[in-house]
């Protein structure tokens, strides 16, 4: 079994819709992290978590909003989509003692119609 | 924080040495720089991470000059499986906020 994963895989939804992703993994982490990766611009940082009291927002983190249920789990929430969030989205966990081995899940691919 | 910039693409044949640098001029004293490999459709997966001068491991080597202003991610002998997406990342802290910055990617095209 996959240690990140992430659900759901493919999302497609009309503009206003309320969107959860969600985010699991075995590995133990304490620090998650949410990217969405536009073609051509690499990967850009929504919000990131180093334990369940700790939500940070990154660089991009407006119009979005995430919930660390447990140690395992990292939901990020579209609150109320728009087109421009069309990207692929990718959640990561890394270890506190190699500060930046992130190890990402498979991602899913989101389009707002 | 330290802007990462990185060609768009190159090519090169199997069996070649392949290197990929990646500049950041305003990186900061406490910054690492770690490269990630990303195939279509996967999330991007670690390579390699350093702070200063050489590293090695079993698939790269990673050269950082003294100013630490560039990186050089290295790959030996190349194979077709090698063709993907290269990232650069640095990684830091600014007034006690937590950063990361990525490169936009390098597009890698191993050829026979």
């Known amino acids: 079994d996959a240690d990140v994963t992430q659900t759901p895989r493919n999302r497609i939804t009309k503009t206003g819709k309320r969107i959860m992703l969600e985010c699991s993994q075995t590995?133990?982490?304490?620090?998650m992290y949410w990217y969405r990766q536009d073609p051509g611009l690499g990967l850009r940082l929504i919000y990131y978590s180093f334990d369940v009291k700790d939500i940070n927002k990154g660089e991009i983190s407006d119009g979005y909003s995430v919930s660390r249920q447990a140690q395992a789990k990292f939901s990020l929430s579209l609150e109320s989509a728009i087109p421009n969030q069309t990207a692929l989205y990718f959640c990561a966990t890394a270890t506190g003692v190699l500060y930046n081995e992130q190890f990402f899940g498979p991602g899913t691919r989101l389009t707002v119609l | 924080l330290a802007k990462t910039t990185q060609p768009i693409s190159m090519d090169s044949y199997e069996g070649q040495e392949v290197n990929i640098t990646c500049s950041h001029n305003?990186?900061?004293?406490?910054?690492?720089i770690t490269w990630y490999q990303q195939f279509p459709s996967q999330g991007p997966r670690f390579i390699i991470q350093g702070y200063k001068t050489k590293v090695t491991n079993e698939v790269a080597s990673l050269f950082i000059p003294a100013d630490r202003k560039s990186s050089t991610l290295s790959l030996p002998r190349v194979s077709l499986s090698d063709t993907a997406v290269y990232y650069c990342?640095?990684?830091?802290?600014?007034?006690?906020?937590?950063?990361?910055?990525w490169g936009a990617g390098t597009k890698l095209i191993i050829k026979p």
């Open positions: 305003n990186i900061a004293t406490n910054d690492y």
């Open positions: 990342l640095v990684v830091g802290t600014r007034d006690s906020n937590y950063q990361l910055i």
């Open positions: 590995k133990g982490h304490d620090r």
